[in-house]
């Protein structure tokens, strides 16, 4: 909290603006920005004496491209303006709309390279903003197991909602776009694995999965998604990011 600390002094004569860090100073100027306000021609600030820090450290805001792209420049933007209210943390949801070296099939078209993720990252950076990937598990990522090149990997076979977690190639298909976005993502500290509506996790009995009777072993669904999380988090946090 300290880093992100501030004081800000506005008097007739000067304005002063004191900080521990450089995340501090930059937030005691968007104070100061913030406090400018146009009358008669000219701008105008309060008199007055302010100290600042945050009550939450990670302040995050979820930005969803999964069905539509803004461009590089008006992901920039979105990045200053949340900046300027103080947001330090922009989880961006792409889905194919990141070139994944180790999953090629599920990329569309105009998607964003590895460069410009790196570009978007450094840029986020110069802000105090971390540009956070997101990536979902084990379910929602119809994007794919669309395609026929995954199908083997669903939990059910004729749905393509859901992966099997009891398969090993599951988790070599994540680590693998895990790895793809840490190396477009320099200088990133998190990586959020959303593990939202896992529905039918610990239901699958078929010849391709049979996560039904592992969940039994472990005792119930619950511990079964308690190992996957256990099992993608760790290659992630062994490779210094912090997992949400």
């Known amino acids: 909290m300290?880093?992100?600390?501030y004081r800000l002094e506005l008097a007739q004569s000067a304005i002063t603006v004191?900080?521990?860090?450089?995340?501090?100073?930059?937030?005691?100027?968007q104070t100061l920005l913030q406090l400018l306000k146009p009358r008669d021609g000219k701008l105008w600030l309060p008199e007055a004496e302010?100290?600042?820090?945050?009550?939450?450290?990670?302040?995050h805001i979820y930005w969803d491209d999964a069905h539509h792209l803004e461009r590089l420049d008006d992901l920039k933007r979105a990045i200053r303006q949340a900046a300027f209210f103080k947001i330090n943390g922009f989880a961006i949801k792409l889905?194919?709309?990141?070139?994944?070296?180790s999953a090629p099939a599920v990329v569309e078209p105009y998607a964003l390279t590895p460069a410009e993720f790196q570009e978007l990252t450094d840029y986020g950076l110069h802000y105090y903003v971390q540009v956070v990937p997101y990536l979902d598990g084990p379910a929602h990522i119809g994007f794919i197991l669309k395609h026929p090149e995954y199908a083997g990997l669903r939990a059910i076979p004729d749905s393509n909602y859901e992966m099997c977690v009891t398969n090993p190639d599951s988790y070599k298909l994540l680590e693998g776009m895990?790895?793809?976005?840490?190396?477009a993502n320099k200088?990133?500290?998190?990586?959020?694995?959303?593990t939202d509506e896992p529905y039918y996790l610990g239901m699958a009995d078929n010849s391709q999965c049979q996560e039904a009777r592992h969940a039994k072993e472990l005792g119930s669904p619950g511990k079964l998604f308690a190992e996957f999380a256990a099992k993608a988090g760790t290659y992630l946090h062994d490779r210094g990011r912090t997992v949400f």
Do not use: T
């Not at 900080?19 to 005691?28: D, Q, V």
């Not at 889905?95 to 070296?101: I, K, L, V």
């Not at 895990?178 to 190396?183: A, E, R, S, V, Y």
């Not at 200088?187 to 959303?194: A, H």
């Open 18 to 29: 004191e900080a521990n860090a450089g995340a501090g100073l930059f937030y005691g100027v």
């Open 95 to 101: 889905e194919g709309h990141f070139q994944f070296r």
């Open 187 to 194: 200088g990133g500290k998190y990586f959020y694995l959303s």
């Open 2 to 5: 300290a880093e992100q600390a």
């Open 50 to 59: 302010i100290a600042d820090w945050p009550d939450l450290g990670l302040r």
């Open 178 to 183: 895990f790895q793809d976005l840490i190396d």
